[in-house]
Every structure is written in structure tokens, then in C-alpha cells.
């Protein structure tokens, strides 16, 4: 078996594929500087998670090739649906289906336990099982990520409006209400909620994405974090084949 990255660190284009039910889609995402090649509706609904919370750093759809050759001699090739860089620069390979059932399909778990075992010969922890229905399907989760969404690239001052909202967040003990936040941050209450958004992107605040804020949602400060292990991870898996 072998695992790669593709040379120029982003998709293994090959991995997509044309002839399902379900349509394919691009779309520029700010965390991985590149458009992401998505297949169904599952897919976008959980890249747009991983773009607004401050958990994740850093993301690829299809990054990576992995090859097998079957006991009959044939190769075949899996490609894991995204790569995923977490806060404490953790990196793990997930594979994201519309629901639980569909992991725990006939047939199913052989393929996957094969895909680990290829994913752990390159130090990477096993593939995640990721639910799409879990944020595609609740109503007030798509309301959620499509306001954030909408408003990730709104303007905010880095000095005036991200010194207000620390320290309103701080003189609050760690975390403060959204509506004590707003208010911090003055102005329009439209305006200011699409700034939190916008600050939730460059991780400088946290908050649910579970539902639309209210005026006691609580706000906290993402610990610092810096992206650079996902990338790591695939310059090592092409040097691998150089």
C-alpha cells in the first residue's frame, strides 16, 4: 500500500467523481487559501463548519491517494474525503457520509479498517466517521452556518473592535454574553454581529454555531493557535514519492 499528497499540496483531483445522483460543487474557503472540490450536499455543510469554528485551523478535501493492490493483483485507490488540522495541531484523515447507517453498512467496515491501517503506516490516527446529517439537516444549525457564512468577511477594526471585545470578555472572567459583547462593540447590532463572525473565522472568539446567537449566547476567546501541521503532513507524504 502506499499514501500520498498531491505535488502541489491540494486535491487528488482524480478522486472526484461525475456519474453519481448527487452534483459537485467548488467553493473558496479562507482556512485552506484554495478552493475545495466537494461531491453531494454533506460535504459543503461540514466544510463550512470547519471554516467558522475555531477548533479546526486548517482543512483539504481529498489531499490524499492512498493505492492497494488486491490478492488478485489489482490496484485500486481510496481517497479519504478531507484532511483535517485541529487547535493542538492534531491532524486526522475523515470521511464524511449523510448518516450513522451508512458506516455500519455490510461491506462497509472492511474498506475503512483497510484505510486505517494505510493512514497508520504514515503516523496518522484513524480515519473519523463524519456525520453530515448532524449539520446538514437540524434548521437552526444550517441558520447558524449560513449567517456565519454570510458574514465571515465583514470588516472589523484589529485594534479598536478586537481590543473591545477582549476586554469585555475578560472583565467578564473568561466568558461574557453576546449581548454584553454586542454592546461592547457598539454601533449597529447588525453590524456588530457580522463583525463576531468575521473574528470567529480568524479564531479571535468562540461561540455556538450549533443555532443562531441570542442575547445569552456566551462568548470566550479561542487559546492561540498557529496552522502549520496539516501542511507539514502533506510535504512529507509527497517527498515520500519524489
Not at 473574528?199 to 455556538?208: K, P, S
Amino acid at each position: 500500500m502506499d499514501v500520498r499528497a498531491a505535488d502541489d499540496l491540494g486535491m487528488v483531483r482524480t478522486g472526484m467523481t461525475y456519474d453519481k445522483e448527487y452534483g459537485t460543487s467548488a467553493s473558496f474557503y479562507e482556512k485552506p487559501r484554495r478552493l475545495q472540490f466537494m461531491e453531494g450536499p454533506n460535504e459543503p455543510a461540514v466544510a463550512d463548519h470547519l471554516e467558522m469554528n475555531p477548533r479546526y485551523l486548517d482543512f483539504q478535501f481529498q489531499p490524499l491517494d492512498l493505492t492497494f493492490r488486491r490478492a488478485d493483483g489489482k490496484i485500486i485507490h481510496k481517497y479519504p474525503d478531507v484532511l483535517i488540522e485541529f487547535d493542538d495541531n492534531t491532524v486526522r484523515a475523515g470521511e464524511i457520509k449523510s448518516n450513522q447507517a451508512w458506516f455500519e453498512a455490510a461491506g462497509v467496515r472492511r474498506p475503512l479498517d483497510r484505510i486505517d491501517l494505510a493512514l497508520a503506516t504514515v503516523g496518522l490516527d484513524p480515519l473519523l466517521r463524519i456525520r453530515g446529517d448532524e449539520l446538514r439537516q437540524p434548521d437552526s444549525v444550517r441558520e447558524a452556518h449560513e449567517a456565519a457564512m454570510d458574514a465571515r468577511l465583514s470588516r472589523f477594526d484589529p485594534d479598536s473592535d478586537v481590543h473591545a471585545v477582549r476586554t469585555a470578555v475578560d472583565n467578564a472572567g473568561g466568558s461574557a454574553t453576546y449581548g454584553t459583547v454586542v454592546a461592547a462593540l457598539g454601533g449597529k447590532r447588525s453590524h456588530a454581529a457580522d463583525k463576531l463572525y468575521a473574528m470567529m473565522l480568524r479564531r479571535i472568539v468562540a461561540f455556538d454555531l450549533f443555532s443562531l446567537p441570542t442575547a445569552n449566547t456566551m462568548i470566550s476567546l479561542p487559546r492561540p493557535a498557529r496552522a502549520y501541521a496539516l501542511r507539514d503532513t502533506l510535504s512529507r507524504l509527497r517527498r515520500k514519492v519524489a
